[in-house]
């Protein structure tokens, strides 16, 4: 491996095109420091002025003064971390990577605990794998939010969830961030007679104390898929347990409420699905902390698509398209097709919920459904003239199911086009209905306005 850090591609129109770089290009130093990793690079380029010095791919080295307004570089490394990536040291009794089959992508199996992630990609980590040197780099450069899987603030109890005799130490760096201001998201995955009850007590009580540093912290059951022979012998989440899970959340959430103006400690979706509880109002959510751990996503989709009807003239046109969808989110769905049917009865939705075959019928999310299982229970359905599916059913940025199943081969298996629609209420009114360019815009006001890129209409 050469020295420096491989710039992969420059952005057209950026400072970097403009200062002569190119893809080969190697970035070797910034006002004479090394660059360790992204963290280093962030930090460096985020002063008015600076040196660059980057070697050439003919061996030629370019010192570079730099002066800009905060403006991105507009460079994108070969390593995206611009060094390598932490895997988990820990063998958590919940790790839904253990359970998987054999025979999946190599990457689905690669277990990543890198602090760097968590600020760069909203990664949870367990603190397990990070040094005091990270955190004195964290604290440094003013680096936030760090998302923290907690799971239990009983050291012993953390030790024999991780499986890691670190485990019950690592909570002690929380103390470090808080005492510096840095802002944090926690996660509690809940396992059944394991960190629930009087342990989930303890442990929302002691997060607690690091308000308002501490932000949010999740509670979320653990997913169970049918490949767990030879696993720690774990039990699902009952509907009993959901409520009483439930119960305790929100006495925290009105106590926490009250003392500090925020709600704090969230139940998942899941749970108030599994309990058969209406979900919370939108204002007991504090602004969606937490929604890539399925806390408030369908509240807050519902709210959207409320608001992308409201503002819509009904009409007569003729449509027909089919969504397909994992068993959790599937009433919610059908009321929103029914919301968009009221004003809109000439549209007809085929709305299919899925079952979870490949990873057992206990996985309900969307986004475990592969492809395998989406097109042996659609072949012979009624499709319309598009199939909708949601994002998340993706691998990111690609078009790809978990089973390396591709969009194209969905396409050609069912005869159908099939579309990938963001996790927004607003897009999925729009797929649905199909809207045009003309009308999207005629509908958007106020704080319903989105930018092209957020609102992704092709």
Known sequence: MGKGHR???????????????????????????????????????????????????????????????????????????????????????????????????????????????????????????????????????????????????????????LNNRFAGDALKKMDRLYEAGTPMNGQIVLCRGVNDGEELERTIRDLSKFLPWMESVSVVPVGLSKFRDGLYPLEAITKEDAAR?????????????????????????????????????????????QLENGVGMIRLMTEEVGKALEDLPGDDRKREVSIATGLLAYEYLKGYVEEIRGKFPGVKVHLYPVVNEFFGERITVSGLITGRDLMAQLKGRELGSRLLLPACMFRSGEEVFLDDITRQEVKTALQVPVDIVKSSGYDFVKAVLGLSVEEREASLHGEYELDEEEMNYE
């Open 245 to 289: 899970t439930i119960d305790q959340v929100e006495r925290w959430q009105r106590r926490l409420f009250k003392d500090h103006g925020t709600h704090f400690v969230h139940a998942s979706d899941e749970l108030y699905i599994l309990a058969g509880r209406e979900l919370p109002e939108a204002s007991r959510y504090d602004g969606y902390p």
């Open 7 to 161: 710039i992969k591609a420059v952005d057209p129109g950026s400072i970097g095109e403009e200062l002569g770089l190119e893809p080969g290009d190697r970035l070797l130093t910034i006002d004479g420091n090394e660059i360790e990793d992204i963290f280093d690079y962030e930090y460096y380029v985020g002063s008015e002025s600076m040196v660059m010095v980057v070697e050439k791919e003919n061996g030629e080295e370019w010192e570079l003064e730099i002066e800009h307004d905060y403006e991105d570089l507009g460079l994108t490394f070969e390593n995206g971390l611009m060094s390598e990536y932490r895997s988990c040291k820990n063998k958590c009794i919940f790790c839904f990577i253990d359970q998987m089959p054999k025979g999946m992508r190599e990457t689905l199996y690669f277990k990543d605990d890198d602090s760097r992630l968590s600020f760069l990609q909203g990664n949870y980590v367990t603190l397990t794998n990070m040094s005091d040197r990270d955190i004195d780099r964290i604290i440094r450069f003013k680096l936030s939010p760090i998302n923290i899987s907690v799971h239990t603030t009983n050291p012993k109890l953390r030790c024999r969830m």
